[in-house]
């Protein structure tokens, strides 16, 4: 069963950076042809689409976030990262990651303004 396990959210002051990770198990070898997104939901709002990486590396990013995110992936250790930079403050926002039609439980981060 694969299991997908999101860490790295936290408090980061506006401005400010963070890295968050995507582990997956369960995958076996196969974790290198799976195409891994991120999303992120705010208070009251829909879950939104942030950024996708595929299989081989092809990056895809929201309009919103180019420039900011920096999607990535290590195959070797079955995770996908999400460097977010010049965080704004937009409250609290829960990042998941989904891949293999799974989805984490999310990793939550509050930007202080």
């Known amino acids: 069963q694969v299991q997908l396990v999101e860490s790295g959210g936290g408090l980061v002051q506006a401005g400010g950076s963070l890295r968050l990770s995507c582990a997956a198990s369960g995958v076996g070898n196969t974790f290198s042809m799976f195409a891994v997104g991120w999303y992120r939901q705010a208070p009251g709002k829909q879950r939104e689409y942030v950024a996708l990486?595929?299989?081989?590396?092809?990056?895809m990013y929201a309009e919103s976030v180019k420039g900011r995110y920096t999607i990535s992936r290590d195959d070797a250790k079955n995770t996908v990262y999400q460097q977010i930079n010049s965080q704004r403050p937009d409250d609290k926002v829960v990042y998941y990651c989904?891949?293999?039609?799974?989805w984490g439980q999310g990793t939550q981060v509050t930007v202080s303004s």
């Open positions: 990486i595929r299989s081989g590396g092809t990056t």
């Open positions: 989904t891949g293999a039609h799974d």
